[in-house]
C-alpha cells in the first residue's frame, strides 16, 4: 500500500548485541543492565523542571538501535489511508515545529514499592522512572492530514481506526520482535494532543539513548507509547496486535495472577493517573528530632489534567500542611502561546520547606488533580501482577539519630 | 455591547414566590422544599440506563423560572466577541440537532455521608443527586461560531476567555440574584466538548423543572455549571464572579474550615472525579445468613473518561469480584456516529446477581475510570467543609435476620 517512494530501503539499524551501546552518565541508577534499564537519582528531577537528557530515566527491551547515514533515513506513513507517504528527516524538520514541555513517566515507576506488598514481574523502579523535557518535532495530526487524514478523524475512508508506532529497536524474540504500540486515530490526528514526531529534546538534537532520529511522544500516557526510533507509522483497523500493546501494559485487579490471567479482557493502559513523589530528603536518612526539613517533589497527571493540590504529612497522615507548587516552565515554543486553558502535558514540582519534625517519623506526600482524583491511601488496593502505574501515597521515613547509629551521618 | 436586536425584553420571568411550582412525583426523596431539591429513589437508576426526567434529581437554588409565551423569548449572546445576536427558540432549533447522551451530577452527591463523619453545610444528599439523559439541542460551539467566535478559540479578539452563562433564576439575595456560571472558553468552542444549548431531554421538550425553554449542558463537568432557563450568555474577560463560581463549589482540603477559608485560593471546580455507588439492594435491609442478593448500581467519572472496572465486596473489602458492566445506550443520534473513540460522558450501569453473604456484613463498590484513577477508600481524607465530591468508597450494610427483628421483614 505505500507509495513507490515508500519502496527506500531503511537504514535505521536494530542491534542484536550490546557492544553500541551509547555511553552513560555514572550518576544513573541502573535497574538492568541489557537492556538498560536505569533511572535519575530522584534529587535531580526535583532541582530542575526540566530534565537534563543524559539524566533522564531510560528505558529499553533491546539493545539502542543505530542510524550510521542520517540522509537515507525515511519515515514510513503507510497502511488504510489515502496518500501512503515516505518523509526524509529534513522534510519533517521543514514541516511546522512545535514545542512541547511533557512528562513522561514509564508505567512501572514505583514498581519496587508494589513488590513489597507482594512480588510483581517486572524490572523494579523506585519513583524516578520519570522525567520532563521540552520536546520539538513535527505534530503527528500534520502529518497525516500531508497523508490524507483530515484533523480529527476517527475512521478513515479505508477504515483505519489505530495508528501503530513501529520501531527498528529489537527487543527479545519472545516479545515479538520490534517494539511497536498505536494509539486511537481520533487521539493521533487531534492537534489539541499535542502528539509529536520529535527530533529535538530540550533544544538539542535527540540522543540514541531516546530515540535518534525520531520518536513520538505521547502527552498524558504512560512512556511506552511514546515509540523511540520510529520507522513506520501504520493506519490499521485493529489496534497494535504486538506483545507490549496486548500482554504487557495492562491494569489488572488484584485477585488476577498468571495462572488465572485473560489478557483480552483489559484495554491497553494509556493516560495515567494523578501520581506524586517525594524526592529529597533521601527514604531513611537520619535527622535529628526536632530539627527542620526541607521537602522537594513532583506531582503529575495524565490525560492533560493539572495538579490542583500537593498534600504533606510528617506524622504518618495525622495532620497534613499544603506544599508550595513551583512556577511552572513556559516555553515560548513556535506556534505556541502560554495559555491555561490548554491541557496540561508536565509535572508540578513542589516545595515544602523549614518542617519541624519529630524523628523517627514518616513523611507523605498526596497530589489532587483538576478533577478531584485523588491517589489511593494503601497500595495493597491497587496491586496487580504486574506492578503498573502504583501511585500510591508515597512515603518515606526519617530516622532518628541515636548515639548507636552516628556513624549513618 | 449587543446588537440592536439584543434589546428586546426578555420573557423568561424568575419568580420570587413559591406559588408556581410545576407538579413533581411523590416518589421523589425531597431534601429541601423551597427551594425544592429532592433526588431518585436509588433503585430507580439502576433500573433504567436513562433517566426519566419526573425522576432526575432536581436542585434548585430558588423558585422555577416560567416562560409566559415562548414566541418572545429570546437568547441573548453578547460580551467579547466580533458578533452579538439575539436568538429565538425556533431559530436555535433551526440549528444542526445533536443528542448527546450525559450524566449529570450534582457536586454535593453523597453530601450526607461526608456529614456523619464531621458536619458540613449544604443541602444533604444520598447517593442519587445524579442522573444520565438524552440531551438534545444545539452545541454552543455553533452557536458562537456565529457570534464570529471560531472552533477551538481561547481567547477572542476582544480578549474573551470565558464563557458565562446567565440564567433568569432568582437565586436568595445573599448569593448574588441570578444564578450564573462560566466555563472556559477553549471548553465552549471545542465541538468535541459536547457542550450543548439544550431544549430537550430523552426526547421531550425540556420541563420547567429542568431549564424549560433552554438550559446549558456541560458534559463531564459538575452539575452547577449547567445552567438552566439560560437567558443571557456573556462572553468576558474574567471568569463569572457570581457567588456559586466564586464562593461555592470549589474544593479544600479538610484541615480548611469557615473560620480561614480564603475562597479566592481554589479554582472553580469543573470534571468531576470517578465515583460510583450501589443503589440496590438499600442500605440497612435485612438479610438472611447464606442468602444470595442481586447487587446493582452506577459508575462514572467526570472529562470523558469512561469507567475501566467496578471492584465488589460483601466483606467489607477483604475480597473483591468484579462486576459486570452492562452495556451502555447508543443513541442514534442527528449528526452523531456510535465511537468509543470519543469522550465517554454518561455513566457505566453494573449488576453483581446471586452473590452469597454472610450477614451481617458490609457491601462496598469502588470502580475504576480508563486513566486509571480510583476512588479513595476513607471519606475522612476528602473531608471538605463544603461536602463536595465525596467520591469515596460506597458502602451499605446488610443486615442479619434475628428472630426479634423480624418485623423489619
Chains 1, 2 share one sequence.
Not at 340 to 360: C, G, I, M, Y
Not at 376 to 394: K, Q, Y
Request: hydrophobic share 35%; with cysteine; proline share 6%.
Amino acid at each position: 500500500m505505500a507509495s513507490s517512494g515508500a519502496a527506500k530501503e531503511l537504514q535505521l539499524q536494530g542491534l542484536r548485541t550490546y557492544e553500541q551501546e551509547p555511553r552513560r552518565s555514572a550518576s544513573l541508577i541502573v535497574n538492568s543492565q541489557e537492556p538498560f534499564n536505569a533511572e535519575t537519582p530522584a534529587s535531580v528531577l526535583s532541582s530542575s523542571y526540566l530534565t537534563d537528557e543524559d539524566m533522564f530515566y531510560k528505558r529499553n527491551h533491546g539493545p539502542i538501535p543505530i542510524l550510521p547515514d542520517p540522509s537515507t533515513y525515511n519515515l514510513i506513513v503507510t497502511g488504510a489511508l489515502p496518500n501512503p507517504l515516505s518523509l526524509s528527516l529534513d522534510f519533517l524538520k521543514s514541516l511546522p515545529k512545535y514545542t512541547v514541555v511533557a512528562t513522561l513517566q514509564c508505567a512501572g515507576n514505583r514498581r519496587t514499592e508494589m513488590s513489597k506488598v507482594r512480588k510483581v514481574r517486572g524490572v523494579g523502579w523506585g519513583a524516578a522512572a520519570i522525567g520532563t523535557a521540552a520536546w520539538g518535532g513535527a505534530k503527528l495530526s500534520d502529518v497525516l492530514k500531508l497523508a490524507g487524514v483530515d484533523h480529527f478523524s476517527n475512521v478513515t475512508a479505508e477504515k483505519g481506526r489505530h495508528v501503530e508506532f513501529v520501531s527498528c529497536d529489537l527487543c527479545k524474540e519472545e516479545n515479538g520482535g520490534a517494539y511497536k504500540a498505536s494509539i486511537p486515530l481520533l487521539h493521533a490526528t487531534n492537534p489539541e494532543a499535542d502528539v509529536l514526531l520529535a527530533y529535538e529534546m530540550n533544544g538539542k538534537v535527540l540522543n540514541r539513548d531516546h530515540g535518534y532520529p525520531l520518536r513520538v511522544v505521547v502527552p498524558g500516557v504512560i512512556g511506552a507509547r511514546s515509540v523511540k526510533w520510529i520507522e513506520r507509522i501504520i493506519i490499521s483497523e485493529r489496534e497494535c496486535q504486538g506483545f507490549f500493546q496486548q500482554k504487557d501494559y495492562k491494569m489488572f485487579p488484584p485477585r488476577v495472577d498468571w495462572d488465572n490471567i485473560d489478557w483480552q479482557s483489559r484495554r491497553p493502559l494509556m493516560d495515567f493517573p494523578v501520581q506524586s513523589a517525594i524526592c529529597e530528603p533521601q527514604d531513611g536518612v537520619v535527622v535529628k528530632s526536632g530539627d527542620a526539613v526541607d521537602l522537594y517533589g513532583y506531582a503529575v497527571a495524565g490525560g492533560g489534567r493539572g495538579i490542583e493540590r500537593v498534600d504533606i504529612s510528617v506524622d504518618n497522615g495525622k495532620s497534613w500542611m499544603e506544599a508550595h507548587r513551583l512556577p511552572k516552565l513556559q516555553v515560548g515554543s513556535d506556534g505556541y502561546e502560554d495559555d491555561s486553558q490548554r491541557p496540561d502535558w508536565a509535572w508540578t514540582l513542589w516545595e515544602l520547606k523549614n518542617v519541624n519534625v519529630e524523628t523517627p517519623c514518616t513523611v507523605i506526600v498526596k497530589a489532587v488533580d483538576t478533577a478531584a482524583n485523588v491517589q489511593p491511601a494503601d497500595v495493597g488496593d491497587i496491586w496487580n501482577l504486574r506492578g503498573v502505574l502504583n501511585n500510591s501515597w508515597h512515603k518515606i521515613t526519617l530516622q532518628a539519630q541515636h548515639p548507636s547509629s552516628m556513624s549513618k551521618l
